[in-house]
Each structure stands twice: as C-alpha cells, then as structure tokens.
C-alpha cells in the first residue's frame, strides 16, 4: 500500500498544479469557448486591457451558471442572449449588453471532403458520422434551430459539451462532420468547411455585460473589445462585426 | 479497532482539531448538497426518462467493467506479486499510470490507439468494420483503463501478504499450479480481490474525463450519469442536483450494505 500512499500524493501534486484562482488583482473574463483564440490574441498584447487577465473559456451556460453562484468575474462573452438576459434579470450587470461580434454556423469536415459533403443534406445519409453539440448549450441549440428550419433529419453520434470539442471530433476523425461555428473552423488547418446554403444559414451574436462583482475595470476591457484593437482581432478571426 | 484501543490513547489536542477540520471538509459539500436539493420534484427526476436511462447506463456499464477488471486484473496481480517475470517494476508502473494520468488524458490515449483513426482502431474498423467510439463498449474501456489499476493494486497487496506455506503443501501433496491457484490462493486472498473490485467500481461508476472524451455523449449508449449531470449544468442547475443527489445516494447505500462485510478488509489491506 505504500505504493497507493506514493501515486495518492503524486495526484494531489497534479491537481494542485491546476489554474489559480486569479489571484492578486487580476481581471477576470468569462468567454463563451470559441473565443479562445481572439482573446488570447490580445492578452497576449502588453497593451491590450487584456493583457494578463484570467481568462476562463467554456460554453455560455456554465459560466453564466458560475456567476450567478458568485464568480468574480469582470466581463462575460456570451454566444447566446439568452444567458446575458439572465444574468440581467438576477441584476448582476452593470451597464446594457453591448453586441460585440457576429458568427455564423457551418459545417466542419475532414482535410479532402473524402464523403463529398456539400450541403445540409448530406448530414442526414447513413454513412455520414456526425458529432454536434448538445441541447442546452448554445451551439447545440442554433444547430437543432438550423437544421429543424431545414427540415433535415439527423443522427448525431454524439452530443459535444462545446464546440471545440465537436471539432476536436472531426480533426481527430472520429466523425465525418460536425456542426460548428465558422470561427472554430478557421481555426484548424485540418479540417475544411462547408458553408451552409443561403436562407438555411443561422448567424450569431456574441453579447458582452460587464458584471457588479468584477475588480472595477470591466468598461475598459468592453471599449477596448468594441475599439479598433479589439474589432481587428475579431475580424483577424474571423469574426463578423457588429 | 477494538474499544480498548481507542481509550487508551488520549487524543492531542492538535491531531484532535485538524481531524475535525477534515472531517468538516467531507461532509459540508455532501450536507450543501442535501440542502439546496429541490426534494420535491426528486420523484419529478426519477419519472425522468432520460435520467433514467443515464442511471441504468450507468449502473451496467461499472458493473461489467469490474467483472472484467477481476478477470484480468487477478492474474495481472498475481503475475506482479509471485512470477519472476523479468522488468515486474517496470510493467506496474506501465499498467498503473492511467490512475494517475487526467481522465481526459487517457481519454485521448484510448482514442489515438482504439478511435476510428486509432493505431489498433483503423485495423478494427478496416478489417472486422468494428467502431468503439461512442457506443457502450466504448464507455466501458474508458472506465476499465482508469479504474482496473485499483483492483490490481490491492489484489497484489493482497497475494503479497497471504502465506505461501498452505499453497506450498498443497504442492507438495500433489495438487496441480492451477488447482493451487484457483483453490488456495484466491479463496485466501478473497477479501483484497473484493475490496479491489469496490473500489474499482466506484471509481468506474464515477468516471467522467475519460469517458465524454473516448466515448462522447449519446443518450442510452454513452451518456452515463456523471455526463447527464455535468450537460444538465448546463440547462437545469435543478437536474444536476437532482442527479447528484442520486450518485451520493447510490454511493451510500453500497457503502453502507458492504460495510461490516467488505470495508473492513479495504482497511485490513496495507
């Protein structure tokens, strides 16, 4: 057994190594997960508002789920309305929720298209894999909203929590396709992406509230978000703007 | 741990106050958790399908994954606690790391070697048309490959403490190495072998990381409780307690019902 007290203590090691807390003064963001890649973008820039923030990247729901249970947080990005009306109505905002980019949904497939899957049609054929993300998180609804709008019949094989993780699926091959946002998709260079066709296409937008419980800089991190530093790396992205 | 014992040492003050510390630190998420439970509508999520249908899923699948850990942790065991097999250090290390590695990360681990593209995976699929990611199999080598190394754990410990000198006579009276093995070492070595599978369930029915990784989410194949419970988060905080209520209630109740019995003998292992 002392081996299990060894591997015991080697774990609390591992799980202590974990994301700080914030620590000292640190902003704190809340960004819905395809955000990811801008954010860290500009708090990589010594510049940026954003330089050294906390940033806690996971789908929409939870982190406003987090919030209300009392997370510190300065500014949260949401990919659906819905949670920020929320979080409005609990009377933790601080200002009116500000528009701050725009997505839209596609269709991810492998590097080579080896299926040919051209529409949203194609979803629905027996030999297409296919991975979206599940009811409830804000992708997931945007795709059942999408793809009922169409009339199209699917079976997914799996119900992701976030889009990074349906993507993940498609880069790894383990589905053929996978629902995701256009931004999720350009971020990868091994997958391809399939627009969906005009009048079946779903945009969404991305609602910003700075919050009561922040350390007080949530505004400058909106106006630098909604400012040109912030807009060009949106758009860098691929993002759509406001 | 008999009464004796405990009265004839008196407690220090300081081993006194920071056990009850501890002690807090157990029970207050589990009192927190009882508490901000909506019990009204427990019977509301107990009618629910799909809740369910994660319970079920979730009850077979650890299930399975013990029987089979026992079938082939016991002789891993064995072979780590009595053979002369050459580089043993070595291979428990090897066969025991995925109980200290990140779920997720052995859920990527089972994807690049059994997923469609896999190294084994892509020869499964291309010759046999066998695909484990996101069906029931799938979720029941997740929990095998994180949960089995407490079973293997504790049965070597086990074999490694029972004497030799009744197997040795059995030798000596004749009796064959699997007649020994099946007839004196195991009954012997019994109460590690159950207190292993214990705690290899629990692990296995607890099981999240490796599982939404390898297996995915899909309702009745792959959806097991801990994953309803982490997507209910985010949907209906009510569900999610709900549901967590229910693996605490679960958990207990095999706790209590193997207490005299089994819990013993995972503390009679050293």
Redesign the interface.
Known sequence: MRLIARLVLAVSLLAACGPGDGGDDGVVVFAASSLVDVLTDLSADDESAFSGAVLSFASSASLAAQVIDGAPVDLIISADRAQIDELVAAGFGTSEPQVVAQNVLVIAVEEGNPLGIRSLDDLSRSDVLLAVAAPGVPLGEYSEAMLAAANIDVSPVTFEADARAVLAKVILGEVDAGIVYATDAESSDDVELIEIAEGDEVSVEYVALTLLDGSGRAVELLDELLGDRGQQALGRRGFGLP | MSRRDRHDARTPIVILSLGIVAVAFFVLPLVALAIRVPWSSLFDALGNDATIEALLLSVITSLITTVLAVIFGVPLAWLLARSNLPGRQTI?GLC?LS??L?PVVAGVAL?ASL???GVVGQILDDWFGVRL??TMPAVIVAQLFVAMPFLV?TVE?GFARSSMTVEEAARTLGATPWYVFSRVTIPATRPAIVAGAVLTWARALGEFGAT?TFA????GA??TLPIAT??A?????DDALLISMLMVILSLIILVALRGRWVGAIGG??
């Open positions: 428990r025991t109980m200290v990140p994807l997923g469609r593209r990611p996101f754990l410990s939404i995915g989410n899909f309702p792959t959806r982490y997507l988060l985010e949907t209906n905080v292992v050293r």
